[in-house]
């Protein structure tokens, strides 16, 4: 049998009324955050109270995906009421349940206008904390698998490709690549396999956005490939995610299977000669292949290491054939953009970086958690306003946006609309969406010294440049936070991040002295107050308290 | 991160024929998911670990001859991901997330200390073989910083008495008391 629009719609009927028939729905946050602070066992006791109460008939409680504010885990979120607790026990359920008619629990009670929700814009994350991940019933019902029938029955692919190029929609993985162009290059290659991979392999330290859209919304990334497969004339999708992620995982094991089941992966899709595969493809824990194509050497079996680039997998990817390797927030982009239209989506954020992007904020915030917002917002807004501002009444010092790839953005730039571009003119770069707060407890050259010891071991060891290049940078910084640097180490530090970064075979290595080139633009008195004076400002590195104990 | 399931030290090779070894089934199932294809050597792995707890020679052996790959490739995949380990764990396994915001918050200072109380590097074992160190690249949990994973669990907010007490836990004979001190303290923190 295969699916029609109808039937779609008969699903979304279905669970629209099952769900509205309950005058209280109970949303729990299932994600990673909330689940290591026992959502799951603030969901059972919830659910025992309403039995106990005997409210079975009004009240829903349901799992959902990241309701965003990490921070202040287990949230519930109580709708019709607009209600959102925070840091919800299990012993708290009488108190919640018995408060449904009446006034809201106070002590629990999460602001609903703080600047924290009240200036997001959701587009990718427009169903996390509403939908149940676990149930495609769900997604469906959000209009979900829509924008594919659109695709697949009311347009060409290259129709799909023109709108995915008007939205101006850039690559969310990092790089910033214009995704249109990608897709264009795919669909005009010739052969008749091409591939759709989808790349989960989220590996920078201090980013997990794409660990949430795959816990809270997976079948939206699967939409997304499937629309990509349609446009690039691919019949075979793999994700590659990490194995550290075995929540996401499990999700998206499951909506594969729940997609093959309803019809919407499979062959004649809607009715139509379009066939489109998934299968899982699980990482094992190697930096590196997060490029892309390291990440091709990994789904075929072998050492996860890169190759020179032309030619592009775009051309020459998985198995020899035109592979498009998309970004899950970028696939996460796509149905939007199907069922708005590319226009709506130039709309939103800046000239040349269209859209909205998910950040997760983290270390030294009060509101750590999943955010996002249109492109263009400053600095400011999302570490002060949406962030609510550096905890403890320390002072902020820098962000750091990319990873290791990246840089740290310091206060004089707080006022900076954040998009690809002036990113990069200030040294850092967009990456994937992580972004780390730092107060002035952080030493920026034992943070440069983080980032480089990480490179370091991540690196695959194929070209010299990187091997040896971030193994001696790494040497010098270390000696540097001892307390046993010298002058001439400065030197070579810059000498030496010039040279890994322009010989270097991929990515990684180009990228590797970012952290330290960044740092030393804006932080160089640090630099020569640990070589100088032997003095670490933050009180980070211990050479002051090695020094004395040795003398 | 840590695999699933800790299983015991094997003490004879599992691969003998008279004492044919039910978890060898999953490996089989998942070889044969993927046609015996050599691009599946990374799954298969995978399935070895998850059922083995490590990779143990006799099964990289084992999966060479079946995939048709050769064993310089398996030893070489396996070597290669951090995520795969060639030693048994032992009974219990703490990993401490190295992610930016994680070291930001301090799991260094943490990591430090329970490698001096344990007496052990990261990735090693005890030599009673009760508590495996592990580190991790990022947990992804960043939101709840210092964070780590204890027997499969993800905690967060952690400090240095709470490691310690879990950690002690452990060691100590009523090890299987889950309601520990420290896991109270937890729930606390949370809030």
Known sequence: MTLTIENLQEIAKTETDAVESYRYRINVCMAAGCLSCRSDVVKASLEEEIRRQGKEKACLVRGVGCLGLCAVGPLIDISPLNVTYQAVQPSDAPEIIGSLTGAPVSRLLLPADQPFFSRQKKIVLENCGIIEPERIESYIAAGGYEALYQALRQMSPRQVIDEVTASGLRGRGGAGFPTGLKWTTVYKARQAVKYVVCNADEGDPGAFMDRSVLESDPHRVIEGMAIAGYAVGASRGYIYVRAEYPLAVERLRRAIKQAKRLGVLGENIFNTPFAFDIQLRLGAGAFVCGEETALIASIEGRLGRPRPRPPFPAEFGLWGCPTLINNVETLANIAPIVRRGGGWFAGIGTEKSKGTKVFALAGKINNTGLIEVPMGTTLREIVFDIGGGIPAGRRFKAVQTGGPSGGCVPEQFLDMPVDYDSLREVGAIMGSGGMIVMDDGACMVDVAKFFMEFCMSESCGKCAPCRVGTTQLFGILERITAGDGSIEDIDTLKELCDLVGATSLCGLGQTAPNPVKSTLRYFENEYTAHVRRHHCEAGVCAMGKAREATT | ?191
């Open chain 2, 1 to 191: 991160m840590t695999p699933a399931t800790a299983s015991p030290a094997l003490s004879s090779p599992s691969l003998s024929p008279a004492t044919p070894d039910k978890r060898l089934r999953i490996i089989d199932r998942t070889m044969r998911l993927h046609g015996y294809a050599s691009h599946a050597l990374i799954e298969t792995l995978h399935a070895v670990q998850e059922a083995f707890g490590y990779l143990e020679p006799d099964l990289m052996r084992y999966v060479a001859g079946r995939l048709k790959v050769p064993l310089s490739r398996v030893y070489a995949v396996a070597t290669f991901y951090h995520f795969f380990t060639l030693k048994p764990p032992g009974e219990h396994t703490c990993v401490l997330c190295k992610g930016t915001a994680c070291y930001i918050s301090g799991t260094a200072e943490i990591f430090r200390k329970v490698e001096e109380m344990l007496g052990i590097h990261a990735g090693e074992t005890t030599a009673d073989g009760k508590i495996s160190l592990m580190t991790a690249r990022c947990l992804g949990a960043c939101g709840l910083a210092p964070a780590g994973v204890f027997d499969g669990t993800v905690v967060g907010n952690l400090t240095l008495d709470t490691v310690v007490n879990k950690l002690q836990a452990w060691r100590s004979h009523d090890a299987d008391h889950r309601e520990s001190a420290g896991d109270r303290e937890n729930r606390n923190r949370c809030r």
